[in-house]
């Protein structure tokens, strides 16, 4: 049985940060804390020398305003009709972390954006903050990176395109990059993640590496491997499309309502003459992007790792090498797709992993677990059984 601690193992350490816009989604967007910025004005890490991550999430849509009466009949429509998650959370985007929750546990996930407060306190706690700054310090062996300020959502995603950029050479001369930003359209859902680390190993493939923490010193066990399994290879498909020139213009542009003549930020621009390119507007950052993709060398991901190491010591507990089966991971995607897509409710875990609610911070609110009480027994016995 896994631990508590270790329930955050289907999260990537190289995420934890991009955690609050992931989640939380209300009328208004998160309170600024000392941790994390106001994404209204938002002061994001852009690479300087070798690569550097891009820990900001885009924000959120703002709902209009609408008056009683409009809301009254808003809810006669849609009486008995399950609104698609993907709007009620005003979401332009998912994240590989939130694909990777439902792994765990769907019915977790929507407690976890519908209770903001309770979240973020789970995310204090000190298993979660030092596998953060684990993956912080192996970040930093390999670049360094310099606060940038953000005026708009173009800036925020052209710092990501921008890291994107600094890391293409950085690839094609057969270096190790961290902190990839990922970013496409599957199964035709927006989603973004950030790839821990890409390197070349000794027969010269591309090798995706994904850093796990543990409290405990040992592997994990099946339930939080199927969710390590999913998140790689969804890396794998949303940097193979980047590569092989799947995304269009459109895609960035519309899909996430981004304006391209929207000027750049000064700082922006400024940085992006660092690393040698010369753009005004949002649109001309695009355009520069997709040509660099279109005529790169880089080749698609060959081979998917994962690498666990004990919080405490650092030291190395194995890795593991990921299967890829294209056809699996797609169908399986498509399944979790179907709850943001309004087809069917979220699902709590089976009643075999009904252990796993023993750990949920959500437990005491959750209809599931009240559903399930009545036979508390029943579940031991079977998990015993099992």
């Not at 204090?124 to 005026?151: C, F, M, W, Y």
């Not at 790839?195 to 190993?201: A, G």
């Not at 592997?219 to 020139?245: E, N």
């Amino acid at each position: 049985m896994e631990s508590q601690s270790e329930e955050w193992d289907n999260i990537s350490d190289s995420e934890l940060l991009d955690i609050d816009l992931d989640h939380y989604s209300s009328d208004e967007q998160p309170k600024p804390s000392c941790s994390k910025p106001d994404t209204s004005k938002d002061t994001v890490n852009a690479i300087i020398s070798l690569p550097s991550d891009h820990r900001n999430e885009l924000g959120l849509q703002q709902r209009s305003v609408k008056t009683d009466e409009e809301r009254g009949e808003k809810r006669k429509r849609n009486a008995g009709v399950v609104q698609k998650p993907l709007l009620r959370f005003m979401k332009r985007h998912l994240s590989v972390t939130q694909l990777c929750e439902q792994t765990w546990c769907e019915l977790k996930l929507e407690y976890g954006i519908r209770n903001p407060q309770i979240r973020k306190t789970d995310e204090r706690r000190t298993e979660i903050q030092t596998g953060a700054s684990i993956h912080l310090a192996r970040e930093l062996e390999v670049h360094s990176v310099i606060p940038i300020d953000t005026k708009t959502r173009e800036d925020s995603f052209g710092i990501r395109i921008l890291n994107v950029l600094h890391m293409i050479p950085i690839l094609e001369a057969g270096q190790c990059v961290r902190e990839f930003p990922v970013f496409g359209v599957l199964e035709g859902v927006n989603i973004m993640g950030v790839i821990d680390e890409l390197s070349y190993n000794q027969k010269g493939e591309l090798v995706l590496n994904e850093l796990k923490t543990r409290r405990h010193d040992s592997l994990p066990g099946d339930a939080q491997a199927l969710g390590h399994s999913f998140q790689v290879g969804l890396y794998k498909l949303l940097f193979d499309g980047l590569i092989r020139g799947e995304v269009r213009r459109e895609h960035i542009v519309n899909n996430f309502t981004l304006r391209p003549s929207q000027v750049l930020g000064s700082e922006v621009q400024a940085h992006a003459l660092r690393i040698g390119i010369n753009v005004v507007t949002f649109g001309e950052l695009v355009d520069t992007f997709l040509m660099v993709l279109s005529c790169t060398e880089v080749p698609c991901i060959d081979l998917l790792q994962m690498e666990y190491r004990h919080q405490d010591s650092n030291s190395l507990i194995g890795t593991r090498v990921v299967p890829f089966d294209e056809a699996q991971l797609r169908s399986d995607l498509r399944g979790y797709l179907a709850y943001w897509t309004g087809q069917r409710e979220p699902r709590g875990v089976d009643i075999e992993d009904a252990w796993k609610c023993t750990m949920c911070p959500y437990s005491e609110i959750c209809d599931w677990r009240k559903n399930s009480s009545q036979a508390p027994e029943t579940l031991h016995t079977n998990k015993r059984i099992k």
